[in-house]
T-cell receptor
Framework: KQEVTQIPAALSVPEGENLVLNCSFT??????LQWFRQDPGKGLTSLLL?????REQTSGRLNASLDKSSGRSTLYIAASQPGDSATYLC??????????FGAGTTVTVRA | GAVVSQHPSRVICKSGTSVKIECRSL??????MFWYRQFPKQSLMLMAT?????????EQGVEKDKFLINHASLTLSTLTVTSAHPEDSSFYIC????????????FGPGTRLTVL
């Protein structure tokens, strides 16, 4: 059974600092890994999707890396802003086409 | 493109009643839809996989007679929580997999269910 772990569970940084969020998974038999953003009481917003054959994906200030063999992914958010405050979820798509989610990292960016 | 809606966004009901939640893919056809449940400060847990025209597949520990799923068309799946109890209070999120594309799901905005 796939287990997805996200560390840290919570993170508070001053505005302008870079954010580093970690995700690890136990089974490397995945099609892809996806990072989502979730605001309180809201649904999921997809940020980046990395196919299993890829090493990283970038979108604006966001960069995500994937090391499938070691079961790790890292989401980097450069020059954080208060609007980046949210919970960030990592999810992997297994060969059964089911997504397994981590518990998330709750980020607070202080102005 | 790839928009998924859920209705209602929020519902409050009395214990013992049934509640239906709709999940619609607005601009694509979805042969497969997924239902997730999220308790406060926890992650999403897959409840069931809904395939158009066939019975849903439930994850271990999810009661199929309590959480009725119907996927009658390529754009609509419904989840009915029967005889709801306060412990069923949760955030329910659906996702839809575009027809022919197995490696990506698009998520709805979620439904907050509160059972009194």
């Amino acid at each position: 059974k796939q287990e997805v772990t996200q560390i840290p569970a919570a993170l508070s940084v001053p505005e302008g600092e870079n954010l580093v969020l970690n995700c690890s998974f136990t089974d490397s038999a995945i099609y892809n890994l996806q990072w989502f953003r979730q605001d309180p009481g809201k649904g999921l917003t997809s940020l980046l999707l990395i196919q299993s054959s890829q090493r990283e994906q970038t979108s604006g200030r966001l960069n995500a890396s994937l090391d499938k063999s070691s079961g790790r992914s890292t989401l980097y958010i450069a020059a954080s802003q208060p609007g980046d405050s949210a919970t960030y979820l990592c999810a992997v798509l297994g060969y059964d086409y089911k997504l397994s989610f981590g518990a998330g990292t709750t980020v607070t960016v202080r102005a | 493109g790839a928009v998924v809606s859920q209705h209602p966004s929020r519902v409050i009901c009395k214990s013992g009643t049934s509640v239906k939640i709709e999940c619609r893919s607005l601009d694509f056809q979805a042969t497969t839809m997924f239902w997730y449940r999220q308790f406060p400060k926890q992650s999403l847990m897959l409840m069931a996989t809904s395939n158009e025209g066939s019975k849903a597949t439930y994850e271990q520990g999810v009661e199929k007679d309590k959480f009725l799923i119907n996927h009658a068309s390529l754009t609509l799946s419904t989840l009915t929580v029967t005889s709801a109890h306060p412990e069923d209070s949760s955030f329910y999120i659906c996702s839809a997999e575009p027809r022919g594309a197995h490696n990506e799901q698009f998520f709805g905005p979620g439904t907050r269910l509160t059972v009194l």
